[in-house]
């Protein structure tokens, strides 16, 4: 991201792949992981002289393992029942991780669903999930929004 800077707002949508079972990853463990990616960006730009970007991090709906391609499509060490089990506590430890350091969360599982592999956005959540962030993007952007900002989706989009 460093190549990137300046940068007034990051979306971080990441954690599903880190379930894979060849990991064997707890969704704590991937909060921890992705913590790297909000503090990695402020040091940088604080060394640059530059502001630190504001970032707003997105839970990746929770797998789906019943899916009509979920395991035939995985390659070996990918997903399996308890992996789609973990990405449904994800959601928790990633609000935890963006209240702790004063980011915005949005909970994609309210407006999006998975495809027929069961851990990809079919092609009408990434719209959903768009329309979800353009303006929560556009306000932090402007300064106009808190960055600790909770979104709280509208389910019937």
């Known amino acids: 991201m460093d190549s990137h800077l300046p940068l007034d707002v990051i979306v971080l949508m990441l954690g599903t792949n880190d379930l894979r079972t060849r990991y064997a990853r707890t969704p704590d463990d991937v909060a921890r992981a992705l913590g790297r990616y909000l503090d990695h960006p402020a040091g940088s730009a ?33 997903y399996d029942a308890a992996s789609a089990a973990a990405s449904r506590r994800l959601a928790g430890p990633l609000r935890a991780l963006a209240a702790a350091g ?13 495809g027929i592999a ?31 900002l909770v979104v709280d989706p509208p389910t019937g989009s």
């Open 118 to 148: 069961g851990c990809h956005l079919d092609a009408d959540s990434h719209r959903r999930l768009a329309g979800a962030l353009v303006p929560v993007v556009r306000d932090l952007a402007a300064g106009q929004a808190s960055p600790s």
């Open 102 to 114: 004063g980011h915005a969360f949005l909970d994609a599982a309210p407006i999006t669903r998975t």
């Open 46 to 78: 604080a060394t640059l002289g530059l502001p630190a970007p504001r970032f707003v991090v997105v839970a990746p709906p929770p797998m789906d393992g019943t899916a009509e391609r979920f395991v035939a499509s995985m390659p070996p060490g990918g």
